[in-house]
């Protein structure tokens, strides 16, 4: 008889009631685990909803799990629930239309972030250890800043996203959520493919520094909160238009959502949230020269970023644009944050680029994450230093 504890689910965070899908076996890295898994993964026997119930009914279920499930599974952990997401993962609100949105225990009344929601509200109410999501533009950062969490998005490419729903594959990752850093350094450590091991001298050396023009894009107390968490060594100016490195994002995450769902969105004429909705007809609009634009200022993204990292350098700054917006906030609001947000999150995107985030000091009584920014391939460096003893990172 199974040993796994199959939790109840007061938060909403599951697709349907929780139950063990998937057990893992009892010897591993990550036995006795519990893993809430974003729907955008195929579970074996189980529908890949993706966060829309016309999507859930074109679809038989899963034959096989997804690579990252699958190698969860085979290091011990056990599956006990498909998550509520955002519809197709095209939203960082963590509000569905469909299955309403996840309760954020460590800020009540606020939503828990999206579009990894239900992985994030899982973990944050003690549902489950571990949760498995997904981050192109910031969908684990941003719900791990909202719920007090660990988050870590990986290297693009480091992680095998076989059996995921797409969103734009230049930028889909797959990552993880947890509240206990030893749990989440464990998981990673089982789902990258290939990495650099740690070398702990070197993981000493590295040097913090403050991201001068994010600092400038989240304002006095996204500055103050990461400046009482970390004591870096100075500040840098990457000399990159986050604006703009946001908006060559949204071309290129726009044309790739297009491609991967534009010919089924026309077919079955899904119903979708508004804001989703206005975003797939705006990605249906990309034009070639705007793509051209937009790979142009990746280059220069990536560049920058490159030479700030190059002697391995680690950057900081705020995980979100701030705070996690009230439940049924006005959705002027929470476009506003959107922008915020991805001014911070798009140029780490562009670039393919490592980050972990930590828990932060609360602005204002509500959580929000420290984040961390590696060069490619230095994931398990990053996790080890930024996740060091529970606690952030404090440069020597």
């Known amino acids: 008889m199974s040993g796994v504890v199959v939790p109840g689910d007061p938060v909403g965070a599951f697709v349907g009631e929780p139950a063990l899908l998937a057990e893992g076996v009892v010897d591993g890295p990550l036995a006795g685990v519990r893993v809430a898994v974003k729907d955008a993964f195929d579970v074996a026997g189980t529908v890949t909803g993706a966060g829309n119930p016309t999507f859930a009914a074109g679809r038989a279920p899963a034959p096989v799990h997804a690579a990252a499930v699958q190698r969860v599974v085979d290091a011990g ?9 955002d519809e197709l993962a ?15 225990t460590a800020a009540p009344g606020r939503l828990a972030g999206g579009s990894s929601s239900g992985s994030a509200a899982a973990v944050a109410a003690g549902l489950a250890e571990l949760g498995l999501g997904t ?6 950062r941003v719900p791990a800043s909202h719920c007090g969490l660990y988050g870590w998005r990986p290297t693009h490419g480091a992680v095998d996203i076989t059996g995921v729903v ?10 993880l959520l947890a509240a206990d850093p030893t749990v989440l350094r464990a998981a990673a450590e089982v789902l990258l493919e ?3 091991p740690v070398d702990p001298a070197n993981s000493h050396q590295l040097r913090v520094v403050g991201w001068g023009e994010a600092f400038e894009a989240v304002g006095v107390d996204g500055r103050a909160a990461v400046e009482e968490a970390v004591v870096a060594d100075g500040e840098v100016a990457t000399g990159l238009d986050l604006l703009a490195a946001a908006e060559a994002f949204r071309v290129l995450q726009g044309r790739e959502a297009w491609e991967a769902h534009g010919e089924w969105i026309r077919s079955a004429r899904p119903t979708f949230a508004p804001d989703v909705a206005a975003r797939f007809e705006a990605a249906s609009q990309v034009t070639d020269p705007q793509v051209a634009e937009a790979r142009r200022l990746q280059a220069d993204v ?3 970023l ?4 190059a002697d391995g350098s680690v950057l900081v700054l705020p995980a979100a644009g701030g705070p996690a917006p009230a439940v049924g906030a006005d959705p002027d609001e929470l476009q506003a944050f959107r922008l915020a947000t991805m001014a911070l999150t798009s140029p780490i995107g562009l670039a393919g680029l490592p980050v972990v985030v930590v828990p932060g000091p609360r602005v204002d009584g509500l959580p929000l994450g420290v984040a961390f920014v590696g060069r490619r391939g230095s994931d398990l460096d990053l996790l080890a230093r930024a996740t060091a003893a529970g606690t952030v990172l404090v440069p020597s």
């Open 166 to 175: 797409p969103l734009a594959p230049s930028f889909d990752t797959v990552g």
């Open 302 to 304: 990536i560049a920058a």
């Open 194 to 196: 290939s990495a650099t």
């Open 90 to 104: 095209y939203s960082l609100a963590g509000s569905n239309v469909h299955f309403g949105a996840p309760v954020n």
């Open 306 to 309: 490159d030479d700030v990292l």
């Open 135 to 140: 981050d192109t533009g910031g969908s684990i």
């Open 77 to 85: 952990a056990s599956v006990v629930g498909k998550a509520v997401m």
